[in-house]
């Protein structure tokens, strides 16, 4: 590892802090060095908030070593005004010579201006320091830039024998039945305060009513999108708490949507998942998981309109009921938590 990587390195755990909380921002780290030592260092923590590089540079406190120092930053400068200042035009006013840049910001609101600004301005400029690296921590925000679309992660818990819940019994109340044990259940919760949204559909909510939050897990609750075909879903449901945002697909417009609650028609005659993707897209969500029913999953997959896959599996066998989705597990990476297997699969397709 050579010098610039080692501080690129670090710029990435920085960055790491802001995860699930930079939205619709990517996740940014920046450390500054001069005669080898780290002399100010600061991460991008929200939208809105001071970037990451203005974190640096005010944690610097000898100002006047910025004339000679070196500043690492995990993804480009950015150039123009948004809540914030041009971090380029930070750099520049502080006459710091150089610029190590871990990639190119996809965003088309800088894409390269950042650097060709630094340059002009008589800065010297590394660009492409652990590149991949940089790209994989901020693979949401580069899908959702470059594939104007969010990432998309599928999550589903499955039996032994591959089933996702038992045989309904006709009468019988249907509760809940767990797959996963605790440990596994508290992960996908601190998965849900990662992601910017959750995806179910109308069956799922109906059945099991849940509030698709991160009550077991600090940090930020993900938006919720819930498939409602025929509007059939109890307007007493958790989903229609208003609590956080939330987007309603049915097959009509429904004119009741409130300041979190917003009620958006598509035709279900029709392929939904391009559909549902294109008003996500439009609506800055960058990142979503896919916790609906086994119709609801092996529609994206299908599609081939996914990212990764998280499917647990636990100890209990079902024998019969609603099979789990078909996906190749080629190349996929498994991990014991206690009692369960996750399986891990990314696709680069």
Known sequence: MNIHEKYIKRCIQLAQNGLGTTYPNPMVGSVIVYDNQIIGEGWHKKAGEPHAEVNAVNSV???????????????????????????????????IPNVIVGT??????????????????????????????????????F??????????????AESQDGFLAPEKIENQDRKPIWITN?????LVHKWRTEEQA????????????????????????????????????????????????????????????????????????????PQILEILYQNQIQSVIIEGGRQTLQSFIDENLWDEARIFVGKTSFESGTKAPILSRKNSTKTNIVTDELIQIRNYD
């Open 198 to 273: 959750i995806l179910a559909g109308t069956n799922t909510v109906i059945d099991d009513n849940p509030k698709l939050n991160a009550r077991d897990w600090y940090g930020n609750n993900p938006a919720r999108i819930v498939l409602d075909r025929n509007n059939r879903i109890n307007k007493d449901s958790f989903i229609f708490d208003d609590s956080v945002k939330t987007f309603i697909f049915s097959n009509e417009k429904i004119n009741s949507s409130t300041e979190n609650t917003q009620f958006e028609a598509i035709d279900f005659s029709q392929n939904i998942v």
């Open 182 to 186: 605790a440990y596994s259940r508290q």
């Open 143 to 156: 899908t959702f830039h470059q594939k104007r679309r969010p990432y998309i992660i599928l999550k589903w």
């Open 104 to 141: 190119v910001d996809p965003n088309e609101k800088v894409a390269g201006r950042g650097i060709k600004k630094l340059i002009e301005a008589g800065t010297n400029v590394t660009v492409g320091i652990l590149e991949d690296e940089c790209n994989e921590l901020n693979k949401r925000f």
């Open 61 to 95: 406190k000898d100002k006047s070593l910025l004339k000679k120092a070196t500043i690492y930053v995990s993804l480009e400068p950015c150039s123009h005004f948004g809540k914030t200042p041009p971090c380029c035009d930070l750099i520049i006013a502080n006459k």
